[in-house]
């Protein structure tokens, strides 16, 4: 433990040892196990499928899903993912690895900013924490758009509050001119919020911290310059060509969004509250005080760093919270923010600087300890429904449907993580006022051990259950030149897998849009079409969800062939 305290404490150690150590450790979840696992719609089957057309048609200005345009997000994902696409080939790995690779650079990128705002120590805590947060880890291995903005955020604002720190001094123009880069890159990521984000976080820093003299050193003309020159040109281009993108980007996609339940997302205001605590989980129970302690220590901070990480978890936090769409992956890119602020508390506390985390740490610990419990618990549901079955014979059939639908987990697994979980309460508990070292060391290797296995005992099943890729390769092998294969609903997943463009039937979700632009008909039928085409000459493969096949089946004649099965989908067949 002397040899830990002696490593994080040696200041005068090189940055690129501590980047290089944390990229091959931390960087193992990351990236192991990442072709494993087939794509799971509709993220990503549709991250996967658009740069996949992209290299397929040698159009990378017009983005296309399933041969139809498709402009709900800006660009840069898919460049990227094609790129690797066309390096690595057409494989799950490869179209994860952008995603993964940027949660990687997110958690280095926050090694860089803490270790300037505060210190070695704090960096290296703050970076494990990102790098054991299973939220943070699992969602940088699926196809996201939203890991991509979060490191572009978290470059350009930890770019700013590093530029800050010589205020008055001379100073190089590289920081700032690394803000409006990477602004730049964060609108191509995602649009608007990539440069509404960044000016909301600066001004009110500005405003709270009456630090208005920075204006006058961010280079703003030719920082505006470099923006506009990497964020606009494909805005313009692709306006050009395609002149119903602006209204559908700008104003469906941004205020309408943001503003209606257009998209079907609505959750309440407080919806993102109990997402955090489970997404940071074991360190969001440290949230409140070391928000507290940023607030309160405003004062005594020349830079005030703290005030401006505050109000960067505060404002993008309440935002997202006030908006009418919300998905869970919204708020990652206040998770670096956040892991800077609960690390620096929990040095403070480590040098002996008050026993703060006493009360979260029994918190955690009894938390962690219920988990533990319940973990265990379902590693063993079958058993337990029917010792339950058997006490109370009226939650029979609930029971067993329940189980029939949960995501299956081996005994062995449960266990497993039941232990992990059952260790880190316990240590919690113990060593919360004695030695907060042993139980930050414990925190961090159980987590640790948790994002490592998750992947393989959870996920795989969940994976296994909401893909297309069995049905899909199979429909793929059962098609030939003349066969129309349909989906209900889209599945972009099947289009990956098959590597043609796919009838889609019922609703058309987000293919909505594209298939109003030119004569689309023919590949969006309705039942009635779908019903003549079934009935033709032309060899029809339909996959489906049980309970769609079972409303449709009276219709169909012939009778359907049931060529495949996998989860809740259905491959029919009218040969």
């Known amino acids: 433990m002397r040899d830990l305290k002696g490593y994080v404490h040696d200041g005068g150690s090189g940055w690129l040892r501590d980047m290089v150590i944390l990229a091959f450790v931390l960087g193992i979840p990351f990236f192991q196990f990442l072709g494993g696992l087939p794509l799971i719609d509709p ?7 658009i740069p996949r057309e992209m290299v397929e048609q040698g159009d990378f200005v017009t983005p296309t899903l399933n041969y139809v345009k498709y402009f709900e997000k800006p660009p840069l994902l898919y460049w990227l993912n094609a790129v690797s696409l066309k390096l690595s080939g057409l494989t799950e790995q490869a179209a994860r690895f952008p995603s993964a690779l940027c949660g990687l650079l997110t958690m280095l990128a926050t090694y860089i900013i803490a270790r300037r705002l505060y210190g070695r120590r704090t960096a290296l805590i703050a970076a494990a924490i990102l790098g054991t ?6 969602q940088s291995r699926i196809i996201l758009t939203d890991m991509l903005l979060t490191f572009c955020l978290t470059a350009a604002l930890g770019a700013f509050i590093i ?16 803000f409006y880069l990477f602004c730049a890159l964060a609108v191509l990521a995602k649009g608007l919020i990539g440069i509404v984000f960044p000016a909301g976080i600066i001004f009110f820093y500005l405003l709270l911290s009456g630090r208005w003299k920075l204006l006058g050193e961010m280079r703003i003309p030719t920082g505006l310059t470099l923006f506009l020159a990497l964020a606009a040109p494909w805005f313009v281009v692709v306006s050009l060509r395609n002149p119903e993108f602006a209204r559908f980007f700008f104003i469906h996609e941004h205020f309408e969004r943001f503003t209606s339940t257009v998209h079907g997302r609505y959750q309440p205001f407080w919806f993102f509250l109990p997402v955090l605590a489970a997404t940071l989980l074991p360190w969001s129970f440290f949230i ?3 928000l507290k302690r940023a607030w ?12 401006y990480l505050l109000i960067w978890t ?4 309440l935002f997202f919270s006030k908006s009418n769409s919300k998905l869970v992956p919204y708020i990652l890119p206040i998770f670096p923010p956040l892991a800077i602020l609960i690390a620096n508390r929990i040095d403070r506390v480590l040098d002996g600087q008050g026993r703060e985390l006493k009360l979260a740490s029994i918190l955690l610990g009894m938390t962690l300890t219920i988990l533990g419990i319940a973990a265990l618990a379902y590693a063993r549901l079958p058993e337990l429904a029917d010792l339950l079955a058997g006490v109370l014979p009226r939650l029979s059939d609930p029971l067993h449907q329940f189980i029939n ?3 299956a987990v081996t005994a062995a697994g449960g266990t497993f993580i039941a232990a992990l979980f059952l260790i880190q309460g316990i240590a919690a508990m113990v060593f919360a006022g004695s030695n907060p070292h042993r139980m930050v060391v414990t925190l961090c290797l159980c987590s640790f051990l948790l994002v490592i296995f998750i992947p393989r005992l959870i996920m795989v099943p969940i994976a296994q259950a909401e893909s297309s890729r069995p049905l899909a390769l199979q429909a793929r092998s059962l098609a030939g030149p003349q066969t129309r294969i349909v989906t209900f609903g889209p599945q972009q997943g099947v289009s990956w897998y098959t590597q043609r463009r796919i009838m889609v039937t019922d609703k058309l979700d987000e293919l909505e849009f594209g298939s109003k632009q030119g004569d689309q008909s023919a590949w969006f039928p309705d039942q009635q079409a779908l019903l003549r085409m079934w009935e033709s000459d032309t060899p029809v493969l339909i996959i489906l969800k049980k309970g769609e096949l079972d ?11 049931i060529m495949g099965e996998s989860g809740r989908r259905r491959l029919i067949s009218n040969r």
């Open 43 to 49: 993220d990503e089957g549709r991250y996967a499928e």
């Open 133 to 138: 947060a299973a939220g943070f880890v699992l």
């Open 163 to 178: 530029a800050s720190q010589r205020e008055g001094r001379r100073s190089t123009a590289g920081p700032w001119y690394a």
């Open 288 to 290: 409140p005080g070391a």
């Open 296 to 307: 309160r220590d405003r004062h005594h901070d020349d830079s005030q760093a703290g005030l």
């Open 314 to 317: 505060v404002l993008i936090f």
């Open 405 to 407: 639908n949960a995501p």
């Open 551 to 561: 409303r449709l089946l009276p219709l169909l004649h012939p009778a359907p062939r």
